[in-house]
């Protein structure tokens, strides 16, 4: 019973921080890839950045390297994204995803076989 819970959205000015949260209910969380996904409407779910099983892998998206930075505590299950000097356009809904076991992290939502139901992110100008 793989459970993702995201937490920490909201609405925010441009140039502000916010940092979500992503509690998995997995036993084998240090041993996978998470990712965080976002989607606006009419548009598919896109990278936003992802980490390795172990947390010393990590890629982003372009539009978003050097402004977020993606984590991992294994201790807790938990996977983060800080957000840094969002802009407008950050704004989506985000999405934690599990992906497979021992795998790299992956730019491919397609690669990430469950989800949390997400969290609003809103930055207005």
């Known amino acids: 019973q793989v459970q993702l819970v995201e937490s920490g959205g909201g609405m925010v000015q441009a140039g502000d921080s916010l940092r979500l949260s992503c509690a998995v209910s997995?036993?084998?969380?240090?041993?996978?890839?998470m990712g965080w996904f976002r989607q606006t409407p009419g548009r598919e779910r896109e990278l936003v950045a992802a980490i390795s099983g172990g947390g010393l892998r990590t890629i982003y998206a372009d539009s978003v390297r050097g402004r977020f930075v993606v984590s991992k505590d294994n201790a807790k299950n938990t996977v983060y994204l800080q957000m840094t000097n969002l802009k407008p356009e950050d704004t989506a809904v985000y999405y934690c995803g599990r992906g497979p076991l021992y795998a790299n992290p992956d730019s491919s939502a397609r690669t990430y076989g469950y989800w949390g139901q997400g969290t609003q992110v809103t930055v207005s100008s």
């Open positions: 997995d036993p084998s969380f240090s041993s996978r890839a």
